[in-house]
């Protein structure tokens, strides 16, 4: 993804968020507001004009624009890849399996099925690394953090 | 009892094997522990306590400050190796260290990090040790309106990271109404999706590991390494401990940026829910300030690492002094120290200076011991960890999510913190391929909730008069640093300008 996607990606990521933040403050009194108010007129205004900003640069390198060669662009390169493909893909469906699972099963398990799953997706092949590897590594952390340390992990039906 | 008596009778406290033992070992812990992401000093702390009302008093508090102090400087080993801090004082080492890494120089980047935190730490417990009354006196000066121009000054680090006001402004304004969410100051709720996990706002944990460890996976799975056009450091010992000298030698280059960052540091560490997170920022975008070459900055400078390492360990000096001087507690490692001194039967305050001298002295002497410890003990632990940036990316990515899940689930046993942690890795991935400066994000973030207390104390405070704000001179002092922070790198361009203009029109 470009850079520029990538800006506007994340301008609209954000500008949900603090329009959520915001409008949810306005429920309060002044007082416990203002400070909320002040902060999302600061953002949604900068977000304003870095939208304006970067339409006008758009538009004058469309102008300028030499018609780039087919499959040149780091997008193209992304899109004639199929999406399973995709490793970034791949990372964002592991978390989310980890999430998914660490809520039912706990940490441990969604630890290691999603570790499984990213580790195999992402080319092993090798059991060793696929299974005994992360079941070494979530053995010590049981012991020493979960046992020792008394730390609090996620738990749910299995562990 | 003289100053001299005292210092002589807190060495004689000190020379026992057993006291040298259990500083080395806590040092090993607190390293260990601190390079692990998310899980803090605080739980070995808590962990540990009791176990050390066993020791003798003062090997017991000696035990349990080297686990303080090596946490500091274990969080900068995943800091500098994967880019994942791991405490949130190692948030700016991040921006300078992991760049170096990509370069192929991690081993420099980690004895850089390892000496400036030792020095860092000696040089806070040395300004300790002789000024302990002055500057320990200077917190109860302290008021809202001090510490809002205190975060008012930190936030003008952030015009330093040169990538124009308009990027600087909404990474700020976006972290400051993240650090919004949850009570307000009065406290009442707000954003909370009415979800009882966040009436106390957003952990900083996730968010940080999210920031910089998730977005991180993103851009090694894009590029497929983590060093840049293969130029992978070949592990083994010998290589690594002459690139780990090689960072002790370049160290000596920045000797006057560590100098300013360890007493700004100190300072900082000194008031109260500062602690090294600010201090390490602050006294990064002050290096930066005064730099020839601040565009150098995030993109590998070791001046960055030296001034944010100094200063995150530089301030555990000054949050221990004053919780000794007053029994002001600044942050929850502090905490659990203070109960450490209380089960011994040293309560920390006016009465420990007063009847304990000499043990309130050992204790600032045993840290300048751990400091030196730290640097033998720091230099096996990076040794062993170096390695890490040599493991396949399909290994490393798997093994890395795990430890960050642990770490952002383990500071409260949420599932909560782990989805909070996958949405801002997502949301930081875009952000910083946006070319948007985490560093105005993260000041906004860490500042904020500091920043909305303080000014609505201090309104509420002076709301009748605000004309007396301007008769503290601690308040004047602060102005006039901020005008100047603010102005200093416009000023410092103008004339660069100037002067390669004039250059130009002789030619």
């Given at each position: 993804m470009s850079e520029r996607k990538s800006r506007f990606v994340f301008l609209a990521i954000a500008t949900v968020m603090c329009l959520y933040i915001f409008l949810d403050s306005q429920k309060l009194s002044f007082k416990n507001s203002i400070y909320v108010t002040v902060m999302f007129v600061i953002f949604i205004t900068m977000t304003v004009w870095e939208v304006l900003a970067e339409m006008r640069t758009v538009q004058r390198e469309k102008k300028e624009a030499v018609p780039e060669k087919e499959g040149s662009s780091e997008d193209t390169k992304e899109a004639k890849e199929p999406f399973y493909k995709n490793k970034k893909l791949i990372l964002v469906a592991a978390m989310l399996l980890f999430v998914a699972l660490m809520s039912i099963f706990g940490f441990f398990v969604a630890a290691l099925v999603s570790y499984i799953f990213l580790t195999f997706l992402l080319g092993t092949r090798n059991p060793v690394q696929l299974l005994v590897i992360p079941v070494i590594t979530l053995a010590l952390i049981y012991v020493i953090f979960?046992?020792?340390?008394?730390i609090r992990l996620p738990q749910g039906l299995l562990f | 009892m003289t100053y001299l008596e005292i210092i002589l009778e807190s060495f004689k406290m000190l020379s026992s094997w057993e006291m040298l033992l259990w500083t080395a070992i806590g040092c090993l812990i607190g390293v260990w522990i601190g390079a692990?992401?998310?899980?803090?000093a605080v739980t070995a702390l808590s962990v540990l306590l009791i176990p050390s009302t066993y020791l003798k008093p003062l090997t017991g508090i000696a035990f349990l400050t080297a686990i303080y102090c090596g946490s500091l400087m274990g969080g900068s080993i995943s800091a500098t190796l994967l880019?994942?801090?791991?405490?949130?004082?190692?948030v700016a080492t991040c921006f300078d260290a992991f760049p170096m890494t990509k370069r192929g120089e991690s081993h420099k980047a980690l004895g850089l990090s390892l000496i400036s935190s030792v020095v860092g730490c000696l040089i806070s417990w040395i300004l300790v040790l002789f000024l302990f009354r002055p500057i320990t006196s200077i917190?109860?000066?302290?008021g809202p309106a001090e510490m809002l121009m205190v975060v008012i000054f930190a936030l003008?680090?952030?015009?330093?990271?040169?990538?124009?006001?308009r990027k600087t402004l909404i990474g700020a304004s976006f972290g400051m109404l993240l650090a919004a969410v949850?009570?307000?100051?009065?406290g009442y709720t707000r954003?909370?999706?009415?979800?009882?996990?966040l009436i106390e706002g957003i952990n900083s944990v996730p968010f940080i590991i999210g920031m910089f460890a998730v977005s991180e996976l993103f851009f090694i799975l894009e590029k497929?390494?983590?060093?840049?056009?293969?130029?992978i450091e070949k592990h083994s010992f010998r290589n690594t401990a002459k690139g780990v000298l090689s960072g002790f030698r370049e160290y000596f280059r920045h000797i006057l940026t560590s100098l300013r960052s360890a007493v700004v540091g100190m300072l900082i560490g000194?008031?109260?829910?500062?602690?090294s997170s600010v201090s390490s920022v602050v006294c990064y975008g002050l290096a930066q300030n005064s730099?020839?070459?601040?565009?150098?900055?995030?993109?590998?400078?070791?001046d960055g690492i030296v001034a944010a390492e100094t200063a995150n360990n530089a301030a555990e000096g000054g949050a221990l002094a004053v919780l000794m001087a007053f029994?002001?507690?600044?942050s929850g490692a502090a905490a659990i120290l203070m109960s450490c001194f209380i089960m011994l039967?040293?309560?920390?305050?006016?009465s420990l200076i007063r009847d304990n001298a000499s043990f309130a002295y050992s204790v600032i002497l045993v840290n300048i011991l751990t400091g030196l410890m730290l640097l033998a003990v720091g230099f096996l632990f990076v040794l062993l960890c170096s390695?890490?940036?040599?493991?396949?990316v399909r290994i490393l990515v798997p093994m890395v999510l795990i430890f960050t899940f642990f770490g952002a689930s383990s500071?409260?046993?949420?599932?909560l913190e782990g989805v909070l942690m996958v949405i801002f890795g997502i949301v930081g991935y875009f952000y910083r391929k946006g070319g948007y400066p985490v560093l105005s994000l993260v000041l906004g973030f860490i500042l904020g909730k500091m920043l909305e207390g303080n000014l609505i104390r201090t309104i509420l405070l002076y709301?009748?008069?605000?004309?007396?704000?301007?008769?503290k001179p601690i308040v004047l002092i602060l102005l006039g640093c901020t005008v100047l922070m603010f102005f200093w790198p416009r000023a410092k361009k103008a004339f660069s300008e100037r002067k390669e203009r004039k250059a130009n029109n002789n030619n």
């Amino acid at each position: 993804m470009s850079e520029r996607k990538s800006r506007f990606v994340f301008l609209a990521i954000a500008t949900v968020m603090c329009l959520y933040i915001f409008l949810d403050s306005q429920k309060l009194s002044f007082k416990n507001s203002i400070y909320v108010t002040v902060m999302f007129v600061i953002f949604i205004t900068m977000t304003v004009w870095e939208v304006l900003a970067e339409m006008r640069t758009v538009q004058r390198e469309k102008k300028e624009a030499v018609p780039e060669k087919e499959g040149s662009s780091e997008d193209t390169k992304e899109a004639k890849e199929p999406f399973y493909k995709n490793k970034k893909l791949i990372l964002v469906a592991a978390m989310l399996l980890f999430v998914a699972l660490m809520s039912i099963f706990g940490f441990f398990v969604a630890a290691l099925v999603s570790y499984i799953f990213l580790t195999f997706l992402l080319g092993t092949r090798n059991p060793v690394q696929l299974l005994v590897i992360p079941v070494i590594t979530l053995a010590l952390i049981y012991v020493i953090f979960v046992m020792l340390f008394n730390i609090r992990l996620p738990q749910g039906l299995l562990f | 009892m003289t100053y001299l008596e005292i210092i002589l009778e807190s060495f004689k406290m000190l020379s026992s094997w057993e006291m040298l033992l259990w500083t080395a070992i806590g040092c090993l812990i607190g390293v260990w522990i601190g390079a692990i992401p998310g899980v803090s000093a605080v739980t070995a702390l808590s962990v540990l306590l009791i176990p050390s009302t066993y020791l003798k008093p003062l090997t017991g508090i000696a035990f349990l400050t080297a686990i303080y102090c090596g946490s500091l400087m274990g969080g900068s080993i995943s800091a500098t190796l994967l880019n994942v801090p791991g405490t949130p004082g190692a948030v700016a080492t991040c921006f300078d260290a992991f760049p170096m890494t990509k370069r192929g120089e991690s081993h420099k980047a980690l004895g850089l990090s390892l000496i400036s935190s030792v020095v860092g730490c000696l040089i806070s417990w040395i300004l300790v040790l002789f000024l302990f009354r002055p500057i320990t006196s200077i917190v109860l000066k302290f008021g809202p309106a001090e510490m809002l121009m205190v975060v008012i000054f930190a936030l003008t680090m952030m015009g330093v990271a040169g990538v124009g006001m308009r990027k600087t402004l909404i990474g700020a304004s976006f972290g400051m109404l993240l650090a919004a969410v949850g009570a307000s100051t009065y406290g009442y709720t707000r954003a909370n999706l009415n979800m009882a996990a966040l009436i106390e706002g957003i952990n900083s944990v996730p968010f940080i590991i999210g920031m910089f460890a998730v977005s991180e996976l993103f851009f090694i799975l894009e590029k497929g390494t983590i060093v840049e056009g293969g130029k992978i450091e070949k592990h083994s010992f010998r290589n690594t401990a002459k690139g780990v000298l090689s960072g002790f030698r370049e160290y000596f280059r920045h000797i006057l940026t560590s100098l300013r960052s360890a007493v700004v540091g100190m300072l900082i560490g000194l008031l109260p829910a500062a602690g090294s997170s600010v201090s390490s920022v602050v006294c990064y975008g002050l290096a930066q300030n005064s730099s020839k070459d601040p565009d150098s900055y995030g993109k590998g400078n070791p001046d960055g690492i030296v001034a944010a390492e100094t200063a995150n360990n530089a301030a555990e000096g000054g949050a221990l002094a004053v919780l000794m001087a007053f029994g002001i507690p600044g942050s929850g490692a502090a905490a659990i120290l203070m109960s450490c001194f209380i089960m011994l039967g040293m309560t920390p305050g006016p009465s420990l200076i007063r009847d304990n001298a000499s043990f309130a002295y050992s204790v600032i002497l045993v840290n300048i011991l751990t400091g030196l410890m730290l640097l033998a003990v720091g230099f096996l632990f990076v040794l062993l960890c170096s390695g890490v940036v040599n493991v396949p990316v399909r290994i490393l990515v798997p093994m890395v999510l795990i430890f960050t899940f642990f770490g952002a689930s383990s500071v409260r046993g949420f599932t909560l913190e782990g989805v909070l942690m996958v949405i801002f890795g997502i949301v930081g991935y875009f952000y910083r391929k946006g070319g948007y400066p985490v560093l105005s994000l993260v000041l906004g973030f860490i500042l904020g909730k500091m920043l909305e207390g303080n000014l609505i104390r201090t309104i509420l405070l002076y709301s009748d008069d605000l004309g007396s704000l301007f008769s503290k001179p601690i308040v004047l002092i602060l102005l006039g640093c901020t005008v100047l922070m603010f102005f200093w790198p416009r000023a410092k361009k103008a004339f660069s300008e100037r002067k390669e203009r004039k250059a130009n029109n002789n030619n």
